[in-house]
Each structure stands twice: as structure tokens, then as C-alpha cells.
């Protein structure tokens, strides 16, 4: 292969299906001057994973070494130009995406077996968007987790809903991490307000439980959120921002959390924070990470946000461009679920 047809790997898009292709040179070229925004967005946004942009790098340098003259390893400047740019592309990448929209189903101390049975034939029988799209990860009571994991479509995960804050042992009533991995249970929403609220978890407790399942290789769904009187008063990014610290103060890698921004009086009570809202607390627990953790974890944690997110306001919450997907309480139980699904496709 001479370096005039070195080939790339890019994303085109076929209706709404989204494949990587091998293109020659020539046509690269034509994309790249022609159809910039489009692959942006294709490649980053749909398909663009960090490892399938270091794909594109790799194989469009792989061109030249499959090279079989010595004429061809004479990579031309415009050749050099082609590799800087998709450096600089994939620098892109990795400082903008890599956020795969999130949705969490949080079904709470909700369901009988009857119920449970309605809501994963639902969920089977639903269109999906693509895995490369949208993670979903749905959280029953920790009776139902093994059957729903078990009958659920391979593509949705589960969760628990809490776990103990180090290791089980004479802890009456209490589910362990390591349990939980066990059973291949991979994820677990840890500081919701409820528990908060009702069971009088600190901060700090939710810090180490954040960091014992951490420890023993969960995933974890981290809340936080004011209350009505400290937005009145004015504290909310005081409040969110200690609650992250908390945790952040107890793990040394953000790799495996998702930070669930759930403002707590819109909790059940059917009023939604307004995009504005949403997207002003996501933006500022984004700038929070900058300054305290790092421009990387900045960039890459996923921030979603819960409070009576519903099929009719999914898709304008959505579009907020630091809402990176929802944890869904009493919606997640019905069948318009699966639209709170397919809002991953706004972005
Ligand atoms: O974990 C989910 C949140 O508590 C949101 O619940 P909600 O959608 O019923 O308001």
C-alpha cells in the first residue's frame, strides 16, 4: 500500500445507523475540508469512544506501515498534516465526549413479583437506542436484583440500591459490597437523599461507602442535592460541592462513578428543575472538579440529574450540554421509561 492510499477509519452515518468505515486518502481529505462538523459529531458523539479515536489514529498510521517500498514510508507533509490533525482531533475528543449518555431506572422499595415481571417485559420488548449511545442500568430492591438481572436484555445492568458502608459481618439487615459483586451485580446508587434524609447519612458516611464499593470493584452512582430552604437560601452549590468533596475527599479515581445531581425538592413532587436550573448546578459541579480534582475528571464524569424526570421534559433537560443523562424514580416503573431512554439521542 504506497502512501497516496493510506486509508482512515471514519463514522458515517446510514439513516440512523452509525458504522465505521475504511476510506481512502483522497476522500478523507474531502471529509476532513468538506464534512468536518459532521464527522465530529458522528464520530465523536455517536461512535467516538476514546478507543475508537485512538482507532482512527492508529490505523491511519498503520496505512503507511503496511507500506511495502521504501518509497512509501516517505510520508509526505500533507501526510504529517493529516496525522496532526487527527492529534489534535482526538485531543478533542478526549477533553469534550467520552460521555455516554446515562440513564438510571431507581425503582426504590417499589413492586411485587407480578410488577417486576411487567416492567422487564417492558423493557425487553422496547427499542433501544444502541449500546454506544446510552448506558442504562435499571435498580430494583435487592430481592428482585437476581431475577431481573437475570431475565433482563443483556444491554440493560442493574444495580442495587445501597450497600454497607466496609465489610459485611455482624451487620443485621445489611448487604454487603462484596456480596454484590458476587452475585455480578454491577453497580450501586450510594448517598440518595432518601437515605440522607431518612436514615441520617452524613457526608462522610456516604464518602466511605463510595469508597469501600469502589474497593471491591462496583460501579457507583453517587447523589447529591439541596433541599428547597438551602436553594431559598441561596446555598446550593455550597451544599452539592461539599457533598462531592466528601467523596472526593475518600477515592483517588473518579473512573467508576457517575454523580447523580438530584435537587431534593423536585424529588416525587412532579416539579422538575428547569433546564436552566439543571444545567446551571451540572456546569458548576463540572468547574468544581476542574478546580479541585482535575481538568480530565472534569471532563470525562458523567453528571446526570433526578427529579421527576418524565417522557415530556426528557428531551429539553437532555439538550443542557452538562447533563449527561437522568436517574429516574417513578418513571422509571412505567413504560414511558424507555422515551427517557431514547432521549440519549438529543445529544
Ligand atoms: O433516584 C431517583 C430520584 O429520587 C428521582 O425520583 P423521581 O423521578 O420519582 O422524582
Excluded at 471514519?10 to 458504522?19: C, D, E, H, L, P
Excluded at 507533509?77 to 460521555?99: P, Q, T, Y
Excluded at 441561596?234 to 462531592?244: D, I, N, R, Y
Aim: hydrophobic fraction near 45%; glycine fraction near 8%.
Amino acid at each position: 500500500m504506497s502512501p497516496t492510499t493510506s486509508i482512515a477509519l471514519v463514522a458515517r452515518s446510514q439513516g440512523n445507523i452509525y458504522t465505521l468505515s475504511f476510506v481512502p486518502k483522497s476522500h478523507l481529505f474531502y471529509c476532513y475540508a468538506s464534512d468536518q462538523q459532521a464527522i465530529a459529531k458522528e464520530a465523536g458523539r455517536r461512535i467516538g469512544t476514546v478507543r475508537e479515536q485512538a482507532c482512527t489514529l492508529i490505523f491511519f498510521i498503520g496505512g503507511h506501515k503496511d507500506a511495502s517500498t521504501v518509497s512509501a514510508w516517505a510520508v509526505s507533509v500533507i501526510d504529517f498534516a493529516f496525522i496532526f490533525l487527527f492529534v489534535c482531533k482526538s485531543c478533542f475528543f478526549l477533553s469534550e465526549m467520552g460521555r455516554k449518555f446515562f440513564v438510571g431506572g431507581n425503582w426504590k422499595c417499589n413492586g411485587t413479583t407480578e410488577d417486576v415481571k411487567k416492567i422487564v417485559a417492558t423493557l425487553n420488548a422496547g427499542e433501544l437506542p444502541s449500546t454506544d449511545i446510552v448506558e442504562v442500568v435499571v435498580s430494583p430492591p435487592f430481592v428482585f436484583l437476581t431475577t431481573v438481572k437475570s431475565e433482563l436484555r443483556p444491554e440493560i445492568q442493574v444495580a442495587a440500591q445501597n450497600c454497607w458502608v466496609k465489610k459485611g459481618g455482624a451487620f443485621t439487615g445489611e448487604v454487603s459490597a462484596e456480596m454484590l459483586a458476587n452475585l455480578g451485580v454491577p453497580w450501586v446508587i450510594l448517598g440518595h437523599s432518601e437515605r440522607r434524609a431518612l436514615l441520617s447519612e452524613t457526608n462522610e458516611f456516604v464518602g466511605d461507602k463510595v469508597a469501600y464499593a469502589l474497593s471491591q470493584g462496583l460501579k457507583v452512582i453517587a447523589c447529591v442535592g439541596e433541599t428547597l430552604e438551602q436553594r431559598e437560601a441561596g446555598t446550593t452549590m455550597e451544599v452539592v460541592a461539599a457533598q462531592t468533596k466528601a467523596i472526593a475527599d475518600k477515592i483517588s479515581s473518579w473512573d467508576n462513578v457517575v454523580l447523580a445531581y438530584e435537587p431534593v425538592w423536585a424529588i416525587g413532587t412532579g416539579k422538575v428543575a428547569s433546564p436552566a436550573q439543571a444545567q446551571e448546578v451540572h456546569a458548576g459541579l463540572r468547574k468544581w472538579f476542574e478546580e479541585n480534582i482535575s481538568a480530565e475528571v472534569s471532563a470525562t464524569t458523567r453528571i446526570i440529574y433526578g427529579g421527576s424526570v418524565s417522557g415530556s421534559n426528557c428531551k429539553e433537560l437532555a439538550g443542557q450540554p452538562d447533563v449527561d443523562g437522568f436517574l429516574v424514580g417513578g418513571a422509571s416503573l412505567k413504560p414511558e421509561f424507555i422515551d427517557i431512554i431514547k432521549a440519549a439521542e438529543v445529544k
